[in-house]
């Protein structure tokens, strides 16, 4: 049977794909050689489409194309190119330097502390977008809806209740996490420690039963990218000679 250049191609990334997958689920086994290449190839792969979608859809429309346009219309855009080129020759120096026993001579000292600055402002940069996310997208909504809710005589009461006991383990939880009962409860009167600690105790379970419910869902949605990875890979089988040539074989 003759094949085209394209079903040659969707021929071989089936076989491909398939390899891949049968070796990097192996790694169910056990720790052994294949499935680390495996993952290795998954993350290199994953950071290369990343990094083509970067620079496809970011870095070439608001930074590249504007620069070649234009190199004196806005100053402010040479700082981010320069950033990224210092991050990038200090990231390499790191990687394709030797290690070695003795101090690096000040020129890489002072070139690693400037490939510093980049990283600590993407990491500034990610860590206010996600915090102030989910103080004005998740928290301060749900607490005052929860406030609303259960301070509110006109609502019935299994709403009332719902709201209360949402008010309450959000706010358990937020003490659980910043407070330290041995520093802060110790100089407490008795019922004062025992109503934190019982409210700290509440915020435990909360946690807990949150990060179970993180990890019942990351589990399913494995499984059903799992079910779904072999169903595609049996209705493709199904179309190629080799299944066709095999049940031909069976009576």
């Known amino acids: 049977m003759e094949y085209t ?23 169910i086994a056990g720790d052994h050689a294949l499935a680390r290449l495996g993952q290795h190839l998954l993350v290199g792969a994953s950071v290369g489409y990343m990094g083509v979608l970067a620079i496809q859809h970011v870095l070439r429309p608001r930074l590249i194309t504007p620069l070649l346009n234009d190199p004196t219309g806005d100053p402010l855009r040479w700082v981010p190119l320069i950033l990224g080129l210092v991050l990038l020759i ?20 002072a070139l690693h502390g400037l490939g510093r600055l980049p990283v600590a402002l993407l990491l500034a940069v990610g860590l206010s977008a996600g915090l102030f996310g989910a103080l004005q997208g998740t928290l301060l909504p749900q607490f005052g809806r929860a406030a609303q809710t259960a301070f509110n005589p006109a609502v019935s009461m299994p709403i009332f209740l ?18 330290d009962p041995v520093r802060y409860l110790a100089e407490q009167p008795v019922y004062i420690r025992r109503l934190l600690d019982g409210w700290l105790w509440i915020g435990q379970r909360a946690l807990w039963l949150a990060a179970g419910v993180i990890f019942a869902r990351l589990m399913a949605s ?3 990218l799992l079910i779904a990875r072999l169903d595609t890979f049996i209705a493709a089988l199904s179309t190629t000679p080799f299944w066709q040539w095999w049940t031909g074989r069976l009576p």
């Open 90 to 109: 200090a990231g390499l120096d790191r990687t394709v330097r030797p290690a070695r026993s003795t101090a690096p001579p000040l020129w890489r000292q």
């Open 5 to 27: 250049s394209n079903e040659l191609l969707a021929t071989l990334g089936f076989w491909g794909s398939l390899l891949m997958t049968l070796i990097i689920f192996s790694g």
């Open 222 to 224: 494995r499984l059903s």
């Open 162 to 179: 719902a709201g209360a006991l949402t008010l309450l383990i959000t706010t358990a939880t937020l003490l659980y996490l910043y407070v």
